[in-house]
């Protein structure tokens, strides 16, 4: 399994923007489709958006269409996630999964490997 971190979270007022990062220190993530989750407190993990290797397949949960973006740097081993327009509904703790194979499903249980997450609260 790969260590992913993730990194860019934080308090953001409604209507602002943060982007994500996901990174496999030692490891090249170009090699591996990504998927985006979000757990908000006292709610089940949710599927964000996923992204195939070569970024060509892009996958997109209804509540974060027109406001997410997922995209990956692959030269530069890293996968992000573009949050515009955000709610607070969007608080959360966001994870980035790793793994082999990129499924248009966009499950928890397509990815192997999980980051420990970075803290998205959308307040004023």
């Known amino acids: 399994q790969l260590q992913l971190v993730e990194s860019g979270g934080g308090l953001v007022q409604p209507g602002g923007s943060l982007r994500l990062s996901c990174v496999a220190p030692?490891?090249?993530?170009?090699?591996?489709?990504i998927g985006w989750f979000r757990q908000a407190p006292e709610k089940e993990r949710e599927a964000v958006s996923c992204?195939?290797?070569?970024?060509?397949?892009?996958t997109y949960a209804d509540s974060v269409k027109g406001r997410f973006t997922v995209s990956r740097d692959n030269a530069g081993n890293t996968v992000y996630l573009q949050m515009n327009n955000l709610t607070p509904e969007d608080t959360a703790i966001y994870y980035c999964?790793?793994?082999?194979?990129?499924?248009?499903?966009?499950?928890?249980?397509?990815?192997?490997?999980w980051g420990r997450g970075t803290q998205v609260t959308v307040a004023s």
């Open positions: 999964a790793a793994d082999l194979w990129y499924s248009d499903t966009c499950r928890e249980a397509d990815f192997e490997s």
């Open positions: 992204i195939s290797i070569t970024g060509s397949k892009t």
């Open positions: 030692g490891i090249t993530l170009a090699s591996y489709a």
